[in-house]
């Protein structure tokens, strides 16, 4: 069975998934969080378009100790830790290998948002509206850990957003986030990238320029608005 792709790309994706969100337009207290590296250049779309901070939120699954197939817990931005007891004791692998595994994730994930951010700050999270984006949701895998780790920080609520996904992970992810807009849920789902005409792998160099055009634009923006402000003060004042 062929299909048609749906999006021209990440961007166009991103767009269109923003038009789903319309009713987080220009609110204080919403935030949009990119998962890398797929999940940005759709955030930035919707990050824009929608007039709120966007930051990034890496994940990354920690694999058991001589069972490679086996996660035994995650590490997120902001040195989230969440491991699965029951796993750890039922595979027998001890408390220090465990966190040994744990400590070896945290550097690296460090390491790549180092790179992502070029030294800007993160977004504060807590009693925030986040919108969590990825380029799709296929397994969910990913996107559930991120907002278990989420929770950790305490936002106000979570809401999991996507151009494209599976119908019946779509609606799992209602248990999981406040609110799950999948702007298109195609039946048979195939993959996330039978969805896109340009599915390449995003580098490193791309996603921390999007990221620096995103707050060079916030911040332009920003400007503008104080700038408004205080042009309408002194008309009234004169």
Request: hydrophobic share 40%; net charge negative.
């Amino acid at each position: 069975m062929s299909v048609t792709a749906q999006f021209q790309d990440r961007s166009e994706a991103g767009r269109l998934l923003a038009a789903k969100l319309g009713h987080h337009a220009g609110k204080s207290a919403v935030v949009v969080l990119g998962l890398p590296r797929g999940g940005v250049p759709v955030a930035c779309e919707v990050a824009g378009i929608l007039n709120v901070p966007l930051d990034i939120f890496l994940v990354r699954g920690l694999g058991a100790p001589g069972y490679d197939e086996m996660v035994i817990g995650t590490v997120a931005s902001g040195r989230v830790k969440i491991l699965d007891r029951e796993v750890v004791e039922r595979l027998g692998i001890s408390e220090e290998a465990a966190e040994a595994t744990a400590r070896a994730e945290q550097r690296e994930l460090e390491r790549q948002e180092s790179i992502y951010r070029d030294g800007r700050e993160p977004v504060a999270l807590k009693d925030q509206t986040v919108i969590l984006v990825d380029e799709g949701l296929a397994t969910g895998f990913c996107i559930r850990a991120a907002v278990r780790a989420l929770r950790e920080r305490e936002p106000k609520s979570i809401t999991v957003a996507v151009p494209v996904g599976s119908p019946d992970t779509c609606r799992q992810m209602r248990s999981e986030a406040d609110e799950v807009v999948c702007a298109m849920t195609p039946e048979p789902f195939f993959s996330v990238g039978t969805w896109y005409a340009d599915f390449m792998e995003i580098p490193d160099e791309e996603i921390t320029r999007l990221l620096k055009h995103a707050a060079h634009q916030r911040r332009a923006r920003e400007a503008q608005a104080k700038s408004d402000r205080l042009s309408i003060q002194e008309d009234i004042m004169a």
